[in-house]
């Protein structure tokens, strides 16, 4: 349940973002898009996965808030299958007693996570925080003259927002992983712990026990094709925090 409260304060925000709210909850669904609207957004509800994959076909959403537990697909399988051809930004709503499906829903390629119960004005913060660090990225349009950072023989596309292997294949990447491997290119050889790199991809300190950066830095490797014990990339520093090793050139696009 969403606890009580649902007065805010109306305040400058993207215009008119249209947030999709996936949650079998009528009440939270009902209590959600009320609270959005009169914040300034436009809402779309569904209650199930048939009811989201419908509705991406018939609108453009700025962003998902998706509950974890769902009838049929759950939040989870229906974050993997998104994210399979999909940038779409996510926020997954999830149990506060259960840690592992909040790591789950990271390594999905979810944007963010909020435990449940929640309070509006949180989830609200957090869409605000996770639209501003998407709309700041380079809109996939030919008139940009977007750039490409290339290392290791990989190609990070500022512009489509996805990695080329040396093979010229391309990886999809979450809007997280995105940002963080951007961050990773634009400070080489630099090491950055848990903190900065935080800070520097969602705009936020961390708590003692969150593990998201170590979860997408998971992700990265895998997608790098690395040695989790062995990475010669984005390496680890005992005690230290995380350093991309290696040259990094930026190049326009081609």
């Known amino acids: 349940m969403v606890s009580a409260g649902l007065q805010g304060i109306i305040s400058v925000m993207e215009p008119s973002s249209t947030i999709l709210i996936v949650d079998d909850d009528r009440e939270i669904r009902t209590l959600l898009a009320d609270y959005l609207e009169t914040n300034g957004y436009r809402p779309l509800c569904a209650a199930d996965g048939v009811a989201m994959w419908k509705m991406l076909d018939e609108a453009r959403p700025d962003l998902i808030v998706l509950d974890l537990n769902l009838p049929g697909e759950d939040g989870l399988t229906l974050c993997r299958k998104l994210r399979a051809n999909s940038t779409l930004p996510v926020i997954m709503l999830t149990a506060r007693s259960e840690p592992l499906d909040r790591i ?57 927002r996805h990695l080329l292997n040396p093979d010229g294949l391309v990886i999809m990447l979450s809007g997280a992983e995105f940002r963080l491997l951007k961050v990773f290119l634009e400070h080489p050889n630099r090491v950055l712990n848990r903190d900065q790199l935080l800070n520097l991809t969602q705009g936020r300190d961390a708590d003692p026990f969150d593990r998201s950066i170590d979860i997408q830095i998971s992700r990265l490797r895998q997608k790098l094709g690395e040695d989790a014990r062995l990475p010669q990339i984005i390496k680890t520093v005992r005690n230290g925090g995380y350093v991309l090793a290696g040259q990094v050139s930026v190049e326009p696009s081609a």
Do not use: C
Not at 129 to 141: D, E, G, I, T, Y
């Open 104 to 160: 789950l829903g990271l390594e999905m390629g979810a944007d963010d996570y909020l435990p449940k119960p929640f309070e509006p004005r949180e989830l609200l913060a957090r869409i605000r925080s996770v639209l501003r660090r998407s709309h700041a990225m380079p809109s996939n349009s030919a008139a940009d003259k977007a750039q490409q950072m290339r290392f290791s023989g990989w190609t990070l596309d500022l512009t489509a």
